[in-house]
């Protein structure tokens, strides 16, 4: 019922940006935080940034200055604006919302940093 779908990863090359998408269904986006984290290959997986329903936003500092989270709620759409992308960027991006005291998660889109 509840679904979160990732969109808008890919290779990129260092230095790059991406736009990341999750479209939101099946819950009340609206008041719903909701966060990205993503997973490297070997590694576990990483809180990136967090949205208030408001939009105000906190980042990991990894990424911090250089990533930007954002919310639509008129869209049920959260994004993630990637800009300056580093190798060390390399990962599965997943979309994440808190939403009844329950939490779900995306499939991921894979985002790929690489000359």
């Known amino acids: 019922q509840v679904q979160l779908v990732e969109s808008g990863g890919g290779l990129v090359q260092p230095g790059g940006s991406l736009r990341l998408s999750c479209a939101a269904s099946?819950?009340?986006?609206?008041?719903?935080?909701m966060n990205w984290y993503r997973q490297g290959p070997g590694n576990q997986r990483e809180w990136v940034a967090a949205?208030?329903?408001?939009?105000?936003?906190v980042h990991a500092d990894s990424v911090k200055g250089r990533f930007t989270i954002s919310r639509d709620n008129a869209k049920n759409t959260v994004y993630l604006q990637m800009n300056s992308l580093k190798p060390e960027d390399t990962s599965v991006y997943y979309c994440?919302?808190?939403?009844?005291?329950?939490?779900?998660w995306g499939q991921g889109t894979q985002v790929t940093v690489s000359s």
């Open positions: 949205i208030t329903r408001d939009g105000s936003a």
């Open positions: 994440n919302a808190h939403y009844n005291n329950d939490i779900y």
């Open positions: 099946g819950f009340i986006f609206s008041i719903s935080p």
